[in-house]
């Protein structure tokens, strides 16, 4: 599934069209939903936001498609009492943004639920991943989300909406890049060192230390309760803050994990920019890389070892990273706008999204540092150009 080409198709299980009367009476909504959490947006069709609803997880493989299309019309009914909207007034179409909802033989099954249980919720339904949304949100021409949050995950999305991913699979096979690795990576470097099965390439004096205090242990053993009986991939995943400490004070190991942290996230980029169409590489900045999830927060620890990786592949010409500063439902509002054509849509990429990196091939100084740190990246290129 992550390597086929998915078409645009993909997103979008066609329901009998219903257009509303006029573009002034268009009422759109947008979710984006993850397993913990969810939030639908509500926009007029001119792209005003009208509400803003918060709701819990909408991940239909934990939950089951019932209770999933329950939690979003919910959500849409809370929506409508807050906007003094009856209850039998449709919206014109949902942009559902989901986390799980990569496949479309199971994403039609989810719009089928929620056409035949709630009828009154909405005339039409776009469907995809919460990838989508995030991308959807800070880009119209087409990039990157590269998720680093507790796991990592990675999705090209061109264009006309064909889509590849890479990575995403969960800390059993892998999640590079992302908070359990730092952390997992940090404790196996204290294990393998004191057993001298492998020796760290720096002292692993100020990790073990970390791991004594964050764990409430004395010993290797009594780490033993937290690797089976009471593991808990959330808390291994906290522990990566204290790495972040550890950089802050300069701590070589540390600084080791972060710059591999940096590389393997500088990798999915490498895999995907090779399936990117060209007007997607070419864009203004060139490609585009939506960055999501806490990790990016210690992004001046993972620079080197990212823009090494970039370089050293000799696979992109420019890109500029982007960090949200709006919800990923604005974006699954957007795809809702695409689907019933709504030209009147005003979409605000440029003021959802903020540039906090830029690379270019053959400007980088001498010494391999990137030209970096562009405020607004557009403007930058903008005032270059005139």
């Known amino acids: 599934m992550k390597d086929k080409e998915n078409k645009s198709s993909d997103f979008s299980c066609k329901m009998p069209e219903e257009s509303a009367s006029s573009r002034d009476e268009i009422i759109i909504g947008g979710i984006e939903g993850g397993g913990t959490h969810s939030s639908l947006i509500i926009m007029d069709g001119n792209g005003n936001q009208l509400t803003?609803?918060?709701?819990?997880?909408?991940?239909?493989?934990?939950l089951g498609m019932k209770e999933t299309a329950t939690r979003i019309n919910n959500m849409i009914l809370r929506a409508k009492e807050t906007l003094n909207i009856p209850e039998s007034r449709l919206l014109d179409c949902v942009g559902l943004c989901l986390s799980g909802c990569e496949e479309e033989e199971t994403n039609c099954k989810l719009i089928e639920t929620?056409?035949?249980?709630?009828?009154?919720?909405?005339?039409?339904?776009?469907?995809?991943?919460?990838t989508m949304g995030s991308l959807k949100t800070g880009s119209d021409?087409?990039?990157?989300?590269?998720?680093?949050?507790?796991?990592?995950?990675?999705?090209?999305?061109?264009?006309?909406?064909?889509?590849?991913g890479c990575g995403g699979w969960g800390h059993m096979i892998g999640d590079e890049g992302g908070a359990f690795w730092i952390a997992h990576k940090a404790c196996k470097y204290v294990f393998d060192d004191m057993d001298g099965l492998h020796k760290a390439p720096h002292s692993t004096a100020f990790i073990w230390t970390a791991m004594k205090t964050f764990f409430h242990v004395n010993s290797l053993n009594e780490?033993?309760?937290?690797?089976?009986?009471?593991?808990?991939?959330?808390?291994?995943?906290?522990?990566?803050?204290?790495?972040?400490?550890?950089?802050?004070?300069?701590?070589?190991?540390?600084?080791?994990?972060?710059?591999?942290?940096?590389?393997?996230?500088?990798?999915?980029?490498?895999?995907?920019?090779?399936?990117?169409?060209?007007?997607?590489?070419?864009?203004?900045?060139?490609?585009?890389?939506?960055?999501?999830?806490?990790?990016?927060?210690?992004?001046?620890?993972?620079?080197?070892?990212?823009?090494?990786?970039?370089?050293?592949?000799?696979?992109?010409d420019e890109l500029t990273l982007l960090r949200l500063k709006a919800p990923s439902a604005i974006g699954a509002c957007y795809v809702a706008g695409e689907?019933?054509?709504?030209?009147?849509?005003?979409?605000?990429?440029?003021?959802?999204?903020?540039?906090?990196?830029?690379f270019k091939r053959g400007t980088e100084p001498k010494n391999g540092t990137p030209v970096v740190a562009i405020d607004n990246i557009y403007e930058a290129i903008s005032v270059a150009a005139s």
Not at 120 to 130: M, N, Q, R
Not at 142 to 161: C, F, H, K, M, R
Not at 240 to 260: R, S, Y
Not at 340 to 352: A, G, M, P
Request: net charge positive; hydrophobic share 35%.
């Open 223 to 316: 780490m033993l309760p937290h690797l089976y009986s009471n593991f808990d991939k959330s808390k291994f995943a906290m522990f990566t803050k204290e790495i972040v400490a550890g950089c802050e004070k300069k701590d070589p190991l540390c600084e080791t994990l972060f710059t591999q942290t940096g590389q393997y996230l500088a990798r999915y980029v490498n895999t995907l920019v090779a399936k990117a169409h060209n007007d997607v590489k070419t864009a203004p900045g060139g490609l585009k890389v939506i960055c999501v999830g806490s990790v990016w927060k210690s992004w001046n620890f993972m620079e080197k070892g990212f823009t090494k990786e970039i370089q050293e592949g000799r696979l992109v």
């Open 114 to 130: 929620l056409t035949k249980e709630f009828p009154y919720a909405s005339k039409d339904y776009v469907i995809g991943s919460d």
């Open 141 to 164: 021409c087409g990039g990157i989300v590269l998720i680093a949050g507790t796991g990592s995950n990675s999705l090209l999305i061109n264009s006309d909406n064909t889509t590849h």
């Open 52 to 62: 803003h609803i918060k709701g819990p997880g909408t991940n239909h493989w934990g």
């Open 339 to 358: 689907k019933i054509s709504c030209e009147s849509l005003v979409k605000t990429h440029d003021k959802n999204s903020e540039a906090f990196f830029h």
